[in-house]
Structure formats: C-alpha cells, structure tokens
C-alpha cells in the first residue's frame, strides 16, 4: 500500500532531489569543483596573490628608492646628482632583478610557465615601459615643474612614479608574463 505523498516545502524539495538524482561522474564534478569554486576561496586566493605582489613591491621601493638617493645624494651631491634620469635607470633596474625573482618565486609561484624565456622577455618588456612611466613622473617633476630637492625627486619619482608602475605591473605581469597554469589546473 502506498502512502500519500505529504506537501513539502521548497527547501526540503531541493534537497530530496539533489538527493534523488544519481551522483555525477568524477570527470565532471572536478570541472565544477574547479569552475565553481566558493567566492571565498577566490577572494582568498585574490588577497594573498596582492599582499604578496605588495610586500615584493615594498622590498623592490626600498632598493629603487636606496640605490637612487645613494647615487644622487650620497654625501650631499653624489656621484649622478647632475644626472637624476640615468640614476632612475640604474635604481629601477636593481629593484627590478630583486623584484622578478620575489614576483617568480612567491607572488605567481603557483603559476607555472612552459616558456621561460617567453617570460623572461615579457617581464623586461613590461618593466621598460614601467620604467618610462616612472621616468616620466620624475622628469616632469625635474624638467616641468622645476623642482629638484629630494623630496620633491623622491615624491614624483620614487612615490607617485613608483604607485604608477605597480599598478602597471601587476596588471601586466598577471595578465601576459605568468600565464601558466596553477598546480591546481594541472592536477585535474
């Protein structure tokens, strides 16, 4: 003898019929569990790639910022002190080594690239055109508005130059040079 059915809610109804259907196959549930992974876990994952980026950042500010006022000011007037754009160059371009193997290692650590030198002219292309942006910052400072203290060359092209370029970077950085799949994508 059957029973008759009871009236049932609209969220027991959702859970008697994940219940009823037949479970997927394990091919395709691993393409859900990829695709549909929780917003939580994605902000998390967001979150940790920046404050990464911005700590490799934060390490790459203090040696662009140390090795300029070094070349510049060191001593008052320094070596470079008539000469601050080719200075810019020489900082930008020791804070950039220290910064690809921080960024390579640690922020798209779990990228993995099939091309590393693909890569490696990648991140020298989009680290010339950061460092027009940060030039450009310094020189307008320097050769528009007329201001050379150091202060003035440490906020137009170290600070502002500097929040310009990363910006620039990570965008790039994440979007064409570490574009290889996460350990994660290549498991499944």
């Known amino acids: ?10 969220p027991e ?4 019929s994940a219940q009823d259907e037949p479970a997927q196959s394990a091919p395709e549930s691993a393409v859900t569990a990829a695709a549909g992974e929780p917003l939580t876990a994605k902000v998390v994952g967001a979150l940790r790639k920046g404050a990464a980026f911005l700590v490799v950042g934060a390490i790459g500010f203090l040696v662009d910022a140390g090795t300029y006022n070094a070349l510049v ?13 080719p200075a ?10 220290v910064t690809y ?13 099939g091309n590393p030198a693909r890569e490696y002219l990648l991140y020298a292309v989009f680290n010339v055109v ?24 440490n906020i137009s092209g170290t600070l502002v130059g500097q929040i310009v370029a990363v910006v620039f970077r990570y965008w790039a ?16």
């Open 1 to 10: 003898m059957s029973t008759p059915e009871q009236p049932v809610s609209a």
């Open 13 to 16: 109804r959702s859970t008697r």
């Open 73 to 85: 000011f060191w001593g008052g007037e320094g070596v470079l002190y008539h000469a601050p754009l």
């Open 88 to 97: 810019k160059i020489i900082a930008i371009a020791v804070a950039t080594v």
């Open 101 to 113: 193997f921080g960024n390579k290692w640690w922020t798209f650590g779990h990228q993995q690239t």
């Open 130 to 153: 950061a460092i027009g942006l940060q030039l450009g910052c310094l020189g307008f400072s320097r050769y528009v508005l007329d201001l050379s203290s150091p202060l003035s060359d």
């Open 173 to 188: 950085y994440d979007k064409f040079v570490f574009t290889g799949e996460s350990a994660n994508d290549q498991q499944q």
